[in-house]
């Protein structure tokens, strides 16, 4: 059995990607194993093959452990979800708006909200939603830039809805059973006291 642990960050994949690698006896990889997004490295341990790196470069060696299945923990491959779905199981993390905005913003994002949105932009430059996206601002990192945050997670969800729903399992962090609510902060809290910059973000209805 393969298994990859995708969606959003900030929304459990790693307690999700444990929970299944303890529930079906499996080998728990963490995203570092890929180097985050690295969809390479990623069919290479689908296809048995250990990844590893040398100057640069993407080496595969074989690992027969690899042939029992594993799970591998990749919200960075969120873009690639079909391809994931063609390579073996996937289960989409899911978290609530708020607290996925705030978690973000705690942590300090900055640049990488860019990142991942012009991951989303590359996979699928033609979907409609980005003529209905409007940006008048910089696009270099911004600390701190919670409008452009909330912006990410509603046009990541747009794809979910409309590519990724019917080829994953929905795991939303606040219905596990190992779900601690003690842990994470208020996000309710958070978002009333997050501060963004004055420049426009603005998604249109789709």
């Given amino acids: 059995m393969k298994i990859f642990v995708t969606g959003f960050h900030r929304a459990g994949t790693h307690s999700a990607a444990q929970y299944l690698s ?34 640069a470069k993407l080496q595969k060696i074989r690992d027969l452990n690899l042939d029992k299945g594993f799970v591998l923990q990749c919200p960075g491959l969120a873009h690639e ?10 289960y989409w993390a899911e978290r609530s708006y708020a607290s996925i905005v705030a978690s973000m913003h705690i942590n300090q994002f900055d ?14 430059p033609n979907d409609p939603v980005w003529s209905r996206l409007t940006y008048e601002g910089e696009p270099h990192k911004h600390k701190y830039f919670v409008e452009y945050y909330k912006l990410y997670v509603r046009v990541k969800r747009y794809f979910y809805e409309k590519h990724f729903r019917a080829i994953t399992e929905l795991i939303k962090l606040e219905d596990q059973p190992y779900f601690d609510r003690s842990k994470p902060v208020s996000a309710k809290r958070e978002l009333k006291n997050m501060e963004g910059f004055d420049e426009s973000v603005r998604l249109d209805k789709i």
């Fill in 22 to 55: 303890s529930k079906y006896s499996l080998h728990y990889f963490e995203e570092a194993r890929i180097r985050w997004d690295s969809l390479e490295a990623a069919e290479a341990l689908a296809s048995g093959y250990s990844p590893k790196w040398e100057d």
């Fill in 111 to 124: 640049d990488m909200a860019w990142y991942l949105m012009n991951k989303l932009h590359d996979k699928f």
């Fill in 81 to 90: 979800t079909e391809r994931l779905a063609e390579l073996g199981k996937v």
